[in-house]
């Protein structure tokens, strides 16, 4: 599957013991009908750049297509890092913006 967040960005996942762990958050905005929506991918495993987009390829073989415009938080997946960043036994990290994102 391929998805294209209407807004996304980068977390790190580091749970002692294990390597670090980089996964996207997506977000859709919902009309007035259908609320906001988000995913949160299985874990970035190659990235590759193109001029004004990412694609960020999972463990689970889904690829997210990410705008470069669209990176940051908004509302739409602003409750899930809020919890993701509480969770107990990991540090989760909203990493910031980035020139490139391919390493």
Same mark, same amino acid.
């Given at each position: 599957?391929?998805?294209?967040?209407?807004?996304?960005?980068? +977390? $790190?996942? !580091?749970?002692?013991?294990?390597?670090? =762990? *980089?996964?996207?958050?997506? @977000?859709?905005?919902?009309?007035?009908?259908?609320?906001?929506?988000?995913?949160?991918?299985?874990?970035? +495993? $190659?990235? !590759?750049?193109?001029?004004?987009?990412? =694609? *960020?390829?999972?463990?689970? @073989?889904?690829?997210?297509?990410?705008?470069?415009?669209?990176?940051?938080?908004?509302?739409?997946?602003?409750?899930?890092?809020?919890?993701?960043?509480?969770?107990?036994?990991?540090?989760?990290?909203?990493?910031?913006?980035?020139?490139?994102?391919?390493?």
């Amino acid at each position: 599957m391929e998805y294209t967040p209407d807004t996304w960005v980068k +977390v $790190k996942i !580091e749970v002692e013991g294990k390597p670090d =762990l *980089f996964k996207i958050v997506g @977000g859709w905005s919902g009309g007035y009908a259908d609320g906001d929506n988000w995913r949160v991918n299985s874990g970035v +495993v $190659k990235t !590759e750049e193109f001029d004004d987009y990412y =694609l *960020f390829h999972g463990h689970s @073989g889904s690829v997210y297509k990410c705008y470069k415009q669209s990176e940051g938080v908004r509302y739409s997946i602003s409750g899930v890092l809020a919890s993701m960043t509480k969770s107990k036994g990991a540090k989760v990290t909203v990493m910031g913006r980035k020139k490139s994102w391919t390493y």
